[in-house]
């Protein structure tokens, strides 16, 4: 009996070590899950921290140049924008400065034409009007002995009598004609000049005077060798623009 009695309770001692030893066993392996769970939530709070944080950091970035696009990035940008456009205007503005100084440079140099001086001629010496002007019928001529055209007019007068300027104007030329003998050609304003041939004398002008209206630049003579055998005469021309044109047509109406 005792014997029996000490094998049953080696039996239960065992079965308390075995029920033990596998509690312990699933209570390590429980633990070991435990902790492995642990660690690895752990690891994942550490991860989604970091995430976290990153994307904290991303949103504070974001933020902050959304902050700054709303306040900073736009005096930035209009800071920016404006030397932009001022680096882009100052040449265009120099090349317009440029320009309108070209442009007024060019005002400047454009000579403004003259207002047509008005113009009075008068008759350069008394007398009678021996032969007129004709460039479209034919004339006697005396001397040549012949019908021709005569581009001026004859005014009789006696020999020395004087001759005056038919208007303002500038002693062009002072020559000796071979048809018209002595003769003084004056310039006027407007493309005209007037022609004195047959004169004795033009002693009292020089090329390149300025002479005035009515002022005396000779005498009457009779020396022109296609009118010698006419009466002492000046023999008076007159052209504008280079064209023979009628003295009457321009002589003052008395």
């Known amino acids: 009996m005792r014997g029996k009695r000490y094998q049953s309770s080696e039996i ?52 902050s140049t959304e902050d700054k696009t709303i306040n900073e990035v736009n005096s930035e940008n209009e800071v920016e924008s404006i030397a932009i456009k001022t680096e882009e205007t ?39 009007i021996l032969k007129d002007f004709s460039d479209s019928s034919l004339v006697y001529s005396e001397t040549l002995e012949e019908w021709t055209v005569h581009l001026g007019i004859d005014i009789k007068s006696e020999k020395g009598s004087a001759v005056k300027a038919s208007e303002q104007g500038t002693v062009e030329s002072i020559k000796n004609d071979p048809r018209y003998g002595t003769t003084v050609t004056i310039s006027h304003e407007n493309g005209y000049k007037t022609i004195y041939s047959n004169l004795l004398s033009a002693e009292f002008v020089s090329e390149g005077q300025t002479v005035d209206k009515g002022q005396t630049i000779g005498s009457v003579g009779d020396n022109a060798a296609y009118e010698i055998a006419d009466e002492p005469h000046l023999h008076f ?15 003052e109406k008395k």
């Not at 207002?115 to 008394?126: G, N, S, T």
Request: aromatic share 8%.
């Open 12 to 63: 239960n001692k065992q079965k308390v070590y075995y029920i033990v030893g596998i509690g312990i066993l699933i209570f390590l392996i429980a633990f070991i899950f435990a902790l492995s769970l642990y660690k690895t939530k752990q690891n994942a709070n550490s991860e989604i921290a970091q995430m976290e944080n990153i994307t904290t950091s991303d949103a504070t970035i974001v933020s």
């Open 90 to 128: 100052i040449p265009k503005t120099t090349k317009s400065t440029q320009t309108t100084s070209k442009t007024e440079k060019k005002e400047v140099e454009v000579t403004p034409t003259p207002k047509p001086v008005e113009l009075h001629f008068i008759v350069p010496v008394e007398g009678e």
């Open 237 to 251: 021309e007159m052209s504008k623009d280079g064209e023979t044109v009628n003295p009457s047509n321009y002589w």
